[in-house]
């Protein structure tokens, strides 16, 4: 068994900053990817950033440059950090990791969490 467990978000207003954490705890013998998503309402769930395990990253263009991910895969653990945030980030953001365990590999999400920019 794995659980994902996320932390962060909330009401923030524009122009403000934030920080979004995932612990990923269980039967893990290794993980390959990292990464945030997020869905609005009424949208398909749109990658945010992933980070792999030998550190290359990958951003949406809508966030690039105001945003940093990171991982720490001794802890299994990624962070998603997020500045000048604006009304349209608002979404529901949900944790993606891909898990090699007992039983081979797995895509695992998230329960998500609300981030919400008041403008």
């Known amino acids: 068994q794995v659980q994902l467990v996320e932390s962060g978000g909330g009401l923030v207003q524009a122009g403000g900053s934030l920080r979004l954490s995932c612990a990923a705890s269980?039967?893990?013998?290794?993980?390959?990817?990292m990464g945030w998503y997020r869905q609005a309402p009424g949208k398909q769930r749109e990658l945010v950033a992933g980070?792999?395990?030998?550190?290359?990253?990958r951003y949406a263009d809508s966030v690039k440059g105001r945003s940093t991910i990171s991982s720490d895969n001794a802890r299994n653990t990624v962070d998603l950090r997020m500045n000048s945030l604006k009304p349209e980030d608002t979404a529901v953001y949900y944790c993606?990791?891909?898990?090699?365990?007992?039983?081979?590999?797995?895509?695992?999400w998230g329960q998500g969490t609300q981030v919400t920019v008041s403008s």
């Open positions: 993606n990791v891909f898990i090699y365990g007992p039983q081979g590999g797995n895509n695992y």
């Open positions: 269980g039967n893990i013998f290794s993980i390959t990817y």
């Open positions: 980070i792999f395990s030998g550190g290359i990253t």
